[in-house]
């Protein structure tokens, strides 16, 4: 619940108002459901709250695409050594 409200308040401006909204209700939902005993209702709210927030995500990686995320994965510089090994059997 915390990373989805912290996600909504970072994101709130690249979501429309029905995707925040239907996402505040879920959140509702889910603390009043956390409120009571029972677990198949608490369950259900969580499964509601990832289908709803499923959207926050989505524009989450778009902006870290965005500010250049997959660009370090195409450089190639990951300072890999290729090195050989033996393995020594220290058991004499």
Request: hydrophobic fraction near 30%.
């Amino acid at each position: 619940m915390h990373s989805t409200k912290q996600s909504l308040e970072e994101l709130k401006d690249e979501i429309s108002d029905d995707e925040k909204s239907a996402i505040e209700t879920a959140l509702s939902e889910l603390e009043e459901s956390i409120k009571g005993d029972d677990k198949e209702a608490i369950d259900t709210q969580v499964q509601n709250l990832s289908e709803k927030a499923q959207v926050l995500a989505q524009k989450a990686q778009e902006k870290a695409t965005a500010e250049g995320g997959e660009d370090d994965k195409s450089e190639g510089n990951d300072d890999v050594v290729d090195a050989d090994f033996e393995e020594v059997n220290e058991e004499k």
